[in-house]
């Protein structure tokens, strides 16, 4: 009997002796494991999945953290399988039928348009779906490396002997013999399972026509890529489909060098084993698809903020302040403003409650970025779900900082996500006005 539990992100009262009773397998699987750690999982994709290198992606944060008997929840969603057991994190921002909030995020960062998702579906198979829109990224990050080549071996048979004689085939070929020898060469290919794998994802989409098709020909890059990869794989045939899915299955790609390439087979394995075998799918291991949503609302902030703001990048190494006037030691807030004296922290957490309070380590940080950029005024962008927040934390002490909360205010009664799509566009001018005005 099939087990689900829907549970949201940012929940702090789950009794972990309960969870553990109902969910043993995947409570023994995933409490206390690191996104860095379940980024190992050959079924889970976790985006942004580049964990090494994706900038200012928190490897560390925990899915389902333990705090004395309950268990908590953090800034990731998504769904989670394993048998009979079936999870999903929602945004705390969800309905139980869909989750808005999430589209939104991902259309505004990823620049796709999800009008197409279909609404019939499950929450689960919409999380699903959404791996065809990742797709493209995923493909341009890859081919940014170039072409990935690995020896293959090639059967010929004809008078221009360039290899191995293939005795075999040769004695079944070419008897009586007419000058032909059957040999075989070992050759560096761009034609070769990893690829033929990305092409067979391509095809696929092709003819998923209410999705797979318009995302594959939604920008120019993508239209480019996909004829990049159709061209070094003259070899393609569909009946090879679970030969590729096999050979990519018992050899993953490991070498470090192409991790982007990892990533892409991992998405690609898990579009088409979603078709071909559905959730029953080794049911012997975990799978699933999981969002950091934190990592999300940093970027959409990014995309509502003026051009002005600089928004540096840790991992990078990028824009980043110094904090010594002798020596090199950056640290790195995620927008500031010389010119307006503005720094600004994008903060996936509840802060709507309170009015001024806001935890130690953020309120140190953000008075540490502000005293060395010399700010007027620092504050924290959140998202909440009752009213626009645009207050006064305090003037502190010293030079005389302003800190301060905006939020940006999240539909509850949208009863569509176009409908959704237009109140929270008025949620952002709003936030946008309070941030000029303030």
């Given at each position: 009997m099939e087990m689900k539990m829907r549970i949201t992100d940012n929940q702090h009262k789950i009794i972990k002796e309960d969870?553990?009773?109902?969910?043993?397998?995947?409570?023994q699987l995933l409490l206390d494991r690191t996104l860095g750690n379940l980024s190992q999982e050959d079924n889970i994709f976790i985006f942004p999945s580049d964990l090494e290198y994706s900038p200012d992606l928190d490897k560390d944060q925990k899915i389902l953290e333990t705090v004395n008997r309950e268990i908590k929840t953090g800034n990731v969603i998504g769904f989670l399988g394993y048998g009979q057991e079936r999870l999903t994190i929602s945004s705390r921002f969800s309905n139980e039928s869909d989750d808005y909030f999430l589209h939104y995020l991902l259309q505004k960062v990823l620049n796709i348009n999800l009008n197409s998702l279909d609404t019939a579906l499950s929450r689960e198979d919409k999380l699903y779906q959404l791996l065809m829109y990742l797709f493209p990224k995923y493909l341009q990050a890859a081919l940014r490396k170039g072409h990935y080549k690995e020896y293959q071996r090639f059967s010929h048979n004809d008078s221009h002997i360039k290899g191995v004689v293939d005795v075999g085939n040769h004695l079944k070929k070419n008897l009586p013999f007419t000058g032909n020898v059957a040999y075989t060469t070992r050759e560096f290919a761009f034609d070769n399972p990893i690829m033929q794998l990305i092409r067979h994802t391509i095809e696929f989409m092709?003819?998923?026509k209410s999705i797979g098709r318009g995302v594959l020909e939604n920008l120019s890059t993508s239209r480019e890529n996909v004829a990049e990869i159709?061209?070094?794989?003259p070899s393609y045939k569909i009946a090879d489909r679970a030969k590729i899915?096999?050979?990519?299955?018992?050899?993953?790609?490991r070498h470090a060098y192409f991790r982007e390439y990892r990533k892409l087979q991992e998405l690609c394995l898990m579009i088409l084993n979603r078709e071909e075998h559905g959730l029953?799918?080794?049911?012997?291991k975990i799978h699933g698809i999981l969002f950091d949503v934190a990592w999300l609302w940093e970027e959409y902030i990014h995309t509502l903020l003026p051009g002005e703001f600089i928004h540096p990048r840790n991992k990078d190494r990028t824009d980043g302040i110094s904090v010594f006037s002798n020596r090199e030691r950056k640290v790195y807030p995620d927008f500031y403003d010389r010119e307006r004296k503005i720094v600004l922290d994008a903060k996936y957490k509840k802060?709507?409650?309170t009015e001024k309070g806001i935890n130690r380590d953020d309120l140190f940080q953000l008075i540490s970025y502000a005293y060395i950029l010399q700010a007027e005024k620092?504050?924290?962008i959140f998202p909440s779900i009752d009213q626009t927040v645009s207050s006064e934390i305090g003037k502190v002490e010293g030079y005389g900082v302003l800190l301060k909360k905006w939020s940006i205010q999240v539909p509850q009664k949208a009863s569509s996500y176009s409908e959704f799509y237009e109140m929270l566009g008025k949620s952002e001018k709003i936030f946008q006005n309070n941030i000029k005005q303030n």
């Amino acid at each position: 009997m099939e087990m689900k539990m829907r549970i949201t992100d940012n929940q702090h009262k789950i009794i972990k002796e309960d969870f553990v009773a109902e969910y043993p397998k995947i409570s023994q699987l995933l409490l206390d494991r690191t996104l860095g750690n379940l980024s190992q999982e050959d079924n889970i994709f976790i985006f942004p999945s580049d964990l090494e290198y994706s900038p200012d992606l928190d490897k560390d944060q925990k899915i389902l953290e333990t705090v004395n008997r309950e268990i908590k929840t953090g800034n990731v969603i998504g769904f989670l399988g394993y048998g009979q057991e079936r999870l999903t994190i929602s945004s705390r921002f969800s309905n139980e039928s869909d989750d808005y909030f999430l589209h939104y995020l991902l259309q505004k960062v990823l620049n796709i348009n999800l009008n197409s998702l279909d609404t019939a579906l499950s929450r689960e198979d919409k999380l699903y779906q959404l791996l065809m829109y990742l797709f493209p990224k995923y493909l341009q990050a890859a081919l940014r490396k170039g072409h990935y080549k690995e020896y293959q071996r090639f059967s010929h048979n004809d008078s221009h002997i360039k290899g191995v004689v293939d005795v075999g085939n040769h004695l079944k070929k070419n008897l009586p013999f007419t000058g032909n020898v059957a040999y075989t060469t070992r050759e560096f290919a761009f034609d070769n399972p990893i690829m033929q794998l990305i092409r067979h994802t391509i095809e696929f989409m092709k003819n998923q026509k209410s999705i797979g098709r318009g995302v594959l020909e939604n920008l120019s890059t993508s239209r480019e890529n996909v004829a990049e990869i159709v061209r070094v794989t003259p070899s393609y045939k569909i009946a090879d489909r679970a030969k590729i899915i096999r050979l990519n299955q018992t050899k993953p790609l490991r070498h470090a060098y192409f991790r982007e390439y990892r990533k892409l087979q991992e998405l690609c394995l898990m579009i088409l084993n979603r078709e071909e075998h559905g959730l029953g799918y080794q049911e012997q291991k975990i799978h699933g698809i999981l969002f950091d949503v934190a990592w999300l609302w940093e970027e959409y902030i990014h995309t509502l903020l003026p051009g002005e703001f600089i928004h540096p990048r840790n991992k990078d190494r990028t824009d980043g302040i110094s904090v010594f006037s002798n020596r090199e030691r950056k640290v790195y807030p995620d927008f500031y403003d010389r010119e307006r004296k503005i720094v600004l922290d994008a903060k996936y957490k509840k802060l709507e409650l309170t009015e001024k309070g806001i935890n130690r380590d953020d309120l140190f940080q953000l008075i540490s970025y502000a005293y060395i950029l010399q700010a007027e005024k620092a504050g924290l962008i959140f998202p909440s779900i009752d009213q626009t927040v645009s207050s006064e934390i305090g003037k502190v002490e010293g030079y005389g900082v302003l800190l301060k909360k905006w939020s940006i205010q999240v539909p509850q009664k949208a009863s569509s996500y176009s409908e959704f799509y237009e109140m929270l566009g008025k949620s952002e001018k709003i936030f946008q006005n309070n941030i000029k005005q303030n």
